[in-house]
């Protein structure tokens, strides 16, 4: 499955923003999606995973009430809102995917889009 990331852009805090994740090749309806995000200098963390049918959702836990994962299985889409943006949320952020459960072992990844939060 290939993935790819849109959405990101530059925002002032307090902005919101949606990303959007399309999967191509094969139907994201077989494979648990997530959000993880890599900051200069940083690990790459998890943000948000949501299962196949949409009812098991995680996020980290800071960012639980600002940040919502969703998927639409017929548009072959993940999406992440994120509300309420504060400088430190600055990051590339990727969406993945995994067929094997929630863990993200070895997920396969989008190409990351950037997003800027200025104070």
């Known amino acids: 499955v290939q993935l790819q990331a849109s959405g990101g852009g530059q925002v002032q805090a307090g902005g919101s923003l949606r990303l959007s994740c399309v999967a191509s090749?094969?139907?994201?309806?077989?494979?648990?999606a997530g959000w993880f995000r890599q900051a200069p200098g940083k690990e790459r963390e998890f943000v948000a995973a949501?299962?196949?049918?949409?009812?098991?959702?995680y996020y980290l836990d800071s960012l639980k009430g600002r940040f919502a994962i969703s998927r639409d299985n017929a548009k072959n889409t993940v999406y992440l809102q994120m509300n309420n943006l504060k400088p430190e949320d600055t990051a590339v952020y990727y969406c993945?995917?995994?067929?094997?459960?929630?863990?993200?072992?070895?997920?396969?990844w989008g190409q990351g889009t950037q997003v800027t939060v200025s104070s």
């Open positions: 090749g094969r139907a994201l309806s077989g494979y648990e």
């Open positions: 993945a995917a995994d067929g094997n459960g929630m863990g993200f072992e070895n997920p396969y």
């Open positions: 949501i299962n196949r049918s949409g009812n098991t959702i």
